[in-house]
């Protein structure tokens, strides 16, 4: 059984940093995807940075030149390292792994807060 825990979070200045770690209880090697979310309150889940196995990136132009999702597979852990944070960041972020094989198998983090605010 896939077990992602996120850490990291918590309450940040406007214009301040945090970086969210997703540590996965194997090999983040196996998974087709990786990723993070985030559902502000009252609002939908929104994705807001993708890994693919190759190491491909992508970001929705609200975070983009802000966040950075990377990896270190030693560690079997993923990072999202967010600058410049906005009061609209504030959401409970989320770690996503995507396996495909014979299906499609997703599996969920149990979120970590992140409050932007002066």
């Known amino acids: 059984q896939v077990q992602l825990v996120e850490s990291g979070g918590g309450l940040v200045q406007p214009g301040g940093s945090l970086r969210l770690s997703c540590a996965a209880s194997?090999?983040?090697?196996?998974?087709?995807?990786m990723a993070w979310y985030r559902q502000p309150p009252g609002k939908r889940r929104e994705l807001v940075a993708t890994?693919?196995?190759?190491?491909?990136?992508n970001y929705p132009d609200s975070v983009k030149g802000r966040f950075t999702i990377s990896r270190d597979n030693a560690r079997n852990t993923v990072y999202l390292q967010m600058n410049s944070l906005k009061p609209e960041d504030t959401a409970d972020y989320y770690c996503?792994?995507?396996?495909?094989?014979?299906?499609?198998?997703?599996?969920w983090g149990q979120g970590t807060q992140v409050t932007v605010s002066s």
């Open positions: 194997g090999s983040i090697l196996i998974f087709n995807t």
């Open positions: 890994l693919t196995k190759p190491g491909y990136t």
């Open positions: 996503n792994a995507v396996l495909d094989v014979r299906g499609v198998y997703s599996y």
